[in-house]
């Protein structure tokens, strides 16, 4: 059986069209000498006789005329699919499964997905919000937004992202009735609400017993959100994500995030849902989006 690629049907068609293999050379940016030794190969591989040579040129042979118009029809069905893999490299539509955590989702997660859906209405989105890590190798989602000092998984493809960051907050009438705390040292003259039970928190947690009076410890939450909610009461002071203590009126900064409370986040596909148009598309818009967002996170609020 014959064995020969395209690019062998692409210089017989060249020699045919030009007459020469100078012309089918200059057509195809290919050497002179390449042409004859790939187009010697072709013919003894199918067996046949393609051209007539002679001082004036190539001309067709009988077995040579007889298949151009089969290697017109490869041709024209080699450029259709060329044709249609770049359409399918700009289609993005479809449907694209995100997953986050709660606060994330809805703070930083949700803004990016609305302001992607601006610019391409034809992808839309399931939104996955769960404190748990779904599993992007198995399916269950296909990018995942998470903050983690390491990534596991062997097929994972890993945007990093501008780091969370976190300060203590209070509630406006808390800061203003007992004028602070204004660093971390005066925590410790502050009743003070902890994180429980809460996966991925221990950084907070552990920070916030370090700089607490044991004595003064007012309460605990299991979730950034219910913090948030607790801080609003005047129960005392803790540890926010600064994305959602900014966002939460009638809360403010203590002082400027510690450098030491930064934590490490990522946008995170699989190979496979990489593989999809719109997963990278979307993937490189939020990790931009994300980008100018953060910009001004560490300024006064």
């Given at each position: 059986?014959a064995?020969?690629?395209w690019?062998?049907?692409?210089?017989?068609?060249?020699?045919?069209r030009?007459g020469?293999?100078?012309?089918?050379?200059r057509?195809?940016?290919?050497n002179?000498?390449t042409?004859a030794?790939?187009?010697?190969?072709l013919?003894?591989?199918?067996?046949?006789?393609?051209f007539?040579?002679?001082?004036?040129?190539?001309?067709l042979?009988a077995?040579g005329a007889?298949l151009v118009s089969?290697?017109?029809?490869?041709?024209?069905?080699?450029l259709?699919?060329?044709?249609?893999a770049a359409?399918?490299?700009?289609?993005?539509s479809?449907?694209i499964?995100?997953t986050?955590?709660h606060?994330?989702?809805?703070?930083?997660v949700g803004?990016?997905?609305?302001?992607?859906?601006a610019?391409?209405?034809?992808?839309?989105?399931?939104?996955?919000?769960?404190?748990?890590h779904l599993n992007?190798?198995e399916g269950?989602?296909?990018?995942?937004?998470?903050?983690a000092?390491a990534?596991?998984?062997d097929?994972?493809?890993?945007t990093?992202?501008?780091d969370?960051?976190?300060?203590l907050?209070?509630?406006d009438?808390?800061?203003?009735?007992?004028?602070?705390?204004?660093r971390?040292d005066?925590i410790?003259?502050?009743?003070?609400?902890?994180?429980a039970?809460?996966p991925?928190?221990e950084?907070f947690?552990?920070?916030?017993?370090?700089?607490a009076t044991?004595?003064?410890?007012?309460g605990?939450?299991s979730a950034p959100?219910d913090?948030?909610g607790?801080?609003?009461?005047?129960?005392?002071?803790?540890?926010?994500?600064c994305?959602?203590?900014?966002?939460t009126?009638?809360?403010?900064?203590c002082f400027?995030?510690?450098?030491?409370l930064?934590?490490a986040?990522?946008?995170?596909?699989s190979?496979d849902?990489y593989?999809?148009p719109?997963v990278?598309s979307?993937?490189?818009?939020?990790a931009?989006?994300l980008?100018?967002?953060?910009?001004?996170?560490?300024?006064p609020r």
């Amino acid at each position: 059986m014959a064995v020969f690629d395209w690019s062998d049907l692409r210089l017989f068609l060249g020699v045919a069209r030009g007459g020469s293999t100078l012309a089918a050379a200059r057509e195809l940016g290919v050497n002179q000498t390449t042409v004859a030794r790939r187009l010697a190969a072709l013919e003894q591989g199918l067996g046949v006789t393609l051209f007539e040579r002679s001082p004036r040129g190539y001309a067709l042979s009988a077995h040579g005329a007889a298949l151009v118009s089969r290697a017109e029809a490869v041709e024209a069905a080699t450029l259709s699919l060329r044709a249609e893999a770049a359409r399918l490299a700009r289609d993005l539509s479809g449907a694209i499964k995100v997953t986050a955590t709660h606060p994330i989702m809805r703070h930083l997660v949700g803004p990016a997905i609305g302001a992607y859906r601006a610019v391409h209405p034809e992808v839309t989105f399931e939104i996955l919000s769960a404190a748990r890590h779904l599993n992007l190798e198995e399916g269950e989602a296909d990018i995942a937004f998470r903050s983690a000092r390491a990534l596991t998984g062997d097929t994972l493809v890993a945007t990093r992202l501008p780091d969370v960051m976190a300060t203590l907050y209070c509630a406006d009438a808390y800061f203003e009735r007992l004028a602070g705390p204004l660093r971390a040292d005066d925590i410790r003259d502050h009743d003070v609400l902890l994180y429980a039970g809460t996966p991925g928190m221990e950084l907070f947690s552990d920070w916030l017993t370090a700089h607490a009076t044991p004595a003064r410890i007012a309460g605990t939450a299991s979730a950034p959100e219910d913090m948030a909610g607790l801080l609003l009461s005047g129960l005392g002071v803790s540890l926010l994500p600064c994305f959602l203590g900014d966002a939460t009126p009638g809360l403010r900064r203590c002082f400027q995030p510690p450098r030491e409370l930064d934590r490490a986040w990522w946008a995170v596909a699989s190979q496979d849902a990489y593989a999809q148009p719109r997963v990278r598309s979307f993937m490189a818009f939020a990790a931009e989006h994300l980008r100018l967002e953060a910009a001004g996170v560490r300024r006064p609020r």
